[in-house]
């Protein structure tokens, strides 16, 4: 396995409990497949965030995204970490970038989507990534119906390989029923 990739991953091991120190986000996307769903069939290093209450108002959750990073960001200063902080004009601050030693771990927030179909559950790395990774983790991941109900939006938009590549280890573990169709159509508004 490419050394840079498993440095970053190590990485993303210690970024994560710092960013994920309550329940304010929740992992999605192909880090959520590769490392905790999956046994690390590719390479992912980054930390999708899903913002899971929908309850809020845009502007209050947009406030909460925001003071989550910073407070994520400040976290992984007082522990040596070299942080970043992005801020986009019509969000504010929903993207940070995590340096140490030469290696990058981007952490993002999805500002547009927020909440999830189903309930979020706290996840451990699956025993290959643990074991690969030496790392011991147990973070807030969305639901496999969630997960892949955004990876089939992404597979349908961009057509990146990675994207098609998680879609088509999707169909051949399940069959395709109303679950996946609801989730597909949420994730598509």
């Given at each position: 396995?490419?050394?840079?990739y498993l440095d970053t991953a190590r990485l993303l091991t210690q970024v994560a409990p710092l960013v994920f120190v309550d329940d304010?986000?929740?992992?999605?996307?192909?880090?959520?497949?590769?490392?905790?769903?999956?046994?690390?069939?590719?390479?992912?290093?980054?930390?999708?965030?899903?913002?899971?209450?929908?309850?809020?108002?845009?502007?209050?959750?947009?406030?909460?995204?925001?003071?989550?990073?910073?407070?994520?960001?400040?976290?992984?200063?007082?522990?040596?970490?070299?942080?970043?902080?992005?801020?986009?004009?019509?969000?504010?601050?929903?993207?940070?970038?995590?340096?140490?030693?030469?290696?990058?771990?981007?952490?993002?927030?999805?500002?547009?989507?927020?909440?999830?179909?189903?309930?979020?559950?706290?996840?451990?790395?699956?025993?290959?990534?643990?074991?690969?990774?030496?790392?011991?983790?147990?973070?807030?991941?969305?639901?496999?119906?969630?997960?892949?109900?955004?990876?089939?939006?992404?597979?349908?938009?961009?057509?990146?390989?990675?994207?098609?590549?998680?879609?088509?280890?999707?169909?051949?573990?399940?069959?395709l029923d109303k679950t996946w169709t609801r989730n597909y159509a949420r994730h598509h508004d």
């Amino acid at each position: 396995m490419n050394q840079t990739y498993l440095d970053t991953a190590r990485l993303l091991t210690q970024v994560a409990p710092l960013v994920f120190v309550d329940d304010t986000f929740a992992l999605k996307g192909g880090t959520a497949i590769n490392l905790f769903i999956r046994d690390m069939p590719r390479l992912s290093v980054d930390l999708d965030l899903v913002f899971p209450d929908h309850s809020l108002p845009r502007d209050e959750a947009l406030a909460r995204i925001n003071e989550a990073i910073r407070q994520s960001a400040e976290r992984l200063k007082t522990r040596g970490f070299q942080t970043h902080v992005l801020a986009t004009v019509d969000a504010g601050e929903t993207k940070l970038l995590v340096r140490r030693a030469g290696i990058e771990v981007k952490v993002e927030v999805n500002f547009v989507m927020r909440g999830t179909v189903y309930p979020v559950r706290s996840m451990a790395l699956t025993p290959m990534a643990r074991d690969t990774l030496l790392a011991d983790l147990e973070i807030p991941v969305v639901s496999l119906e969630d997960v892949y109900g955004g990876k089939l939006v992404a597979a349908m938009d961009r057509q990146h390989p990675r994207d098609l590549f998680d879609v088509m280890q999707l169909f051949g573990d399940y069959a395709l029923d109303k679950t996946w169709t609801r989730n597909y159509a949420r994730h598509h508004d």
